[in-house]
């Protein structure tokens, strides 16, 4: 057997909270408005992925027990991905957002230009209104700031019943919605394997992705949301992420969703569902998690062959062996988790196995 001494190495000079740190501003700095030019947006995905890219490590591992399920994957070379509902964080993906703060963006006189911005871009459905609503629509735009506030006011009641509901609905959607596949920047750590690998008697997938690209690219559906980017680092952080703007078009989908004729939504931010999907508490931090999030039920699985197997150090033999013989065919490097009696380090090492058993 050969020690790997390289495993961790990231192809990359930034250290790891560097990447994130630099992620998290680019994040932020992007906004796709889909009522910009789309030449304009165009240049901003462009820009915002080829960013992504150069942050992207050499390898990342997927930890797995060692099941029927996880092992016929293998086999098929799939990156199955799971919804975050089945997470073990109760707080993964959950909406963070203030009802209040919702119903002040109302009240604010300064956001009607989006219900006249809307009307602009939905004639079609300026058309089938009944003249009564357009025109009681028309009164709103042409109120004054106060007449409107009030006018707001007497109605929060209503607001609040309707908003309560569809906050409801959104964190269903976040649960049930999405497809995640998450992956580590290391193969060696203990939490890790006793976590998510079956306290040791699972194994670890190595791949890299550097070269992988989302299918959304060249993809023609109409997806509730758009998929920008394959791979996206979690942003860790001592204070949950406000979710008020996915939610915000979220809330317009709800209410226009049963509309008789096709209606365009103008969003605020694109990217702010991948921004909610991927903040999560600081007490996380040592996963070094990035995420695969495929866009709608069309992308579950990932075709991704990887590139080495890291076998745990309590896995049985008989799995080990069966495990080592599916390498082999796949062409792949077995490894095998290695703690060494010597060493006053908690430090597991991998170890290449070259032989066909145990």
């Not at 230009?113 to 609503?133: G, S, T």
């Not at 025109?135 to 006018?151: C, E, G, P, R, V």
């Not at 394959?230 to 969703?257: C, E, G, H």
């Not at 999030?293 to 309590?314: D, F, H, V, W």
Request: charged letters at 30%.
């Amino acid at each position: 057997m050969q020690v790997l001494n390289n495993c961790l190495i990231y192809n990359t000079n930034m250290e790891e909270n560097s990447v994130r740190d630099r992620f998290k501003e680019i994040l932020d700095s992007t906004v796709i408005r889909n009522y910009d030019s789309p030449d304009e947006n165009n240049a901003k995905i462009k820009d915002f992925c080829q960013k992504v890219q150069e942050l992207k490590p050499k390898r990342l591992f997927r930890y797995r027990n060692f099941s029927d399920y996880t092992v016929d994957a293998l086999k098929k070379d799939l990156v199955v991905s799971s919804k975050p509902a089945d997470f073990n964080d109760p707080f993964d993906c959950l909406i963070q957002v203030d009802p209040d703060a919702i119903i002040n963006d109302i009240i604010n006189t300064q956001n009607r230009w989006k219900l006249q911005k809307w009307l602009d871009y939905n004639p079609n459905l300026v058309e089938i209104i009944p003249k009564k609503n357009l025109k009681k629509i028309n009164a709103l735009l042409a109120m004054k700031d106060t007449t409107y506030s009030n006018f707001i006011q007497k109605r929060i009641p209503r607001f609040r019943l309707h908003i309560l509901q569809a906050i409801k609905q959104a964190k269903e959607f976040l649960r049930t919605y999405p497809h995640i596949a998450c992956f580590s920047e290391t193969p060696s750590s203990p939490p890790m394997w006793a976590h998510y690998a079956d306290s040791h008697k699972g194994f670890v997938l190595e791949y890299e992705f550097q070269d992988y690209f989302t299918p959304c690219l060249n993809c023609k559906n109409e997806c509730v949301f758009r998929h920008y980017e394959l791979l996206y680092p979690v942003i860790y952080t001592k204070t949950r992420f406000n979710a008020k703007d996915f939610f915000s078009s979220y809330w317009s989908q709800i209410i226009l969703m049963n509309a008789p004729v096709e209606v365009f939504i103008p969003k605020d931010d694109d990217l702010a569902i991948y921004k909610v999907l991927i903040h999560k508490s600081k007490d996380w931090e040592y996963e070094k998690e990035w995420r695969i999030i495929s866009n709608c039920e069309a992308y579950p699985m990932i075709k991704q062959r990887p590139t080495a197997i890291y076998l745990g150090a309590k896995m049985k033999n008989a799995n080990k062996n069966y495990l080592i013989k599916i390498a082999r065919k796949l062409k792949i490097k077995t490894y095998i988790m290695d703690i060494d009696i010597t060493n006053t380090e908690y430090k597991m090492t991998p170890k290449e196995c070259k032989s066909y058993r145990v």
